[in-house]
């Protein structure tokens, strides 16, 4: 039995279907963890859903920023679709209800004590041990899964602000923060205040950012955290993170690494033929 870890799909499917042939996944025997936005600019998102849903308790996904624009697409009358998204074949497929109700009830952090991994899409809050993470990742799931505060969440999750974290966080405000942390965070100050603006490789930020993992005092230091989101960053395995977003949807790798065994990664070659210029 194996588990791998599988970076952000974002619609590539043949490439995630010839990464799953290559690692000879059986979901009889092996599980997948995969680390969000399952959907968007590439090709097959529908594809996609289908497959990973088709698995059943053999993956555990969690949302990325993709998969949450996907539901607020769907679900809020605010939120619309931009020139560059493919998810127009979700919107329109006859299962789409069955496959949005799935979508909206994946979690927002996976851990699992017995191989000593956190999984999120983008990253965690430098304030949130792994108890404040879970806790704000639950209340994060439960607004998704309730109708009413689900199409309220929507309607105010876009924005910046608060880039502080404090429990006296209330209503939207909250919950946009925790949004903000698990499915968009790549940078920090150094006292810890989000900056969602910059996206790009480390060695090109400006002086007054650091990665969200290398703020200092950060509390969930002693955790092994598996994320993607960062497609400039790349294959990263360094201050207790491995960050597995390679590129797939830019004309990269689709890349997979097993976490039982903590083997070297797999990759899986994309189609260049859809490189496109970086967000």
């Known amino acids: 039995m194996g588990t791998y870890a599988i970076g952000d799909i974002q619609g590539c499917g043949d490439e995630f279907q010839r990464l799953l042939e ?16 399952l959907v968007n600019r590439g090709p097959r ?5 289908r497959i990973v849903k088709g698995l059943g308790a053999a993956a555990v996904a969690v949302l990325g920023n993709h998969d949450l624009h996907l539901l607020a697409a769907a679900l809020s009358p605010s939120e619309r679709l931009k020139p560059q998204d493919t998810l ?33 899409h983008a990253g965690l809050a430098p304030e949130w041990d792994l108890a404040t993470a879970q806790r704000c990742a639950r209340e994060l799931e439960t607004a998704l899964r309730d109708e009413a505060h689900c ?6 999750m876009y924005g910046d602000q608060p880039d502080r974290w404090s429990e006296d966080l209330r209503g939207v405000d909250r919950l946009r923060f925790i949004t903000n942390c698990l499915t968009r965070l790549r940078y920090c100050r150094a006292d810890g205040r989000l900056d969602l603006a910059f996206k790009g490789r480390i060695e090109d930020a400006p002086d007054h950012l650091l990665p969200w993992f290398r703020v200092p005092g950060r509390r969930s230091l002693g955790l092994r955290i598996v994320c ?8 990263h395995d360094s201050d207790g993170v491995l960050g597995i977003d390679t590129g797939c949807v830019w004309g990269d790798r689709l890349c997979a690494v097993r976490l039982d065994e903590r083997t070297q990664p797999v990759f899986v070659s ?10």
Not at 45 to 49: E, G, P, Q, R, T
Not at 270 to 279: F, G, W
């Open 228 to 235: 993607g989101h960062w497609s400039a960053l790349g294959y």
């Open 151 to 156: 199409r309220a969440l929507f309607a105010g």
């Open 22 to 37: 290559r690692l000879k996944f059986d979901p009889a025997r092996d599980r997948l963890w995969l680390v969000g936005d």
């Open 88 to 120: 127009d074949e979700i919107l329109t497929a006859v299962d789409r209800d069955e496959l949005l109700e799935w979508l909206r009830r994946r979690p927002l952090l996976h851990h699992d004590a017995s191989l000593g991994y956190t999984m999120v």
């Open 270 to 279: 994309c189609d260049a033929r859809r490189a496109q210029p970086p967000r």
């Open 45 to 49: 998102s529908l594809d996609v859903l």
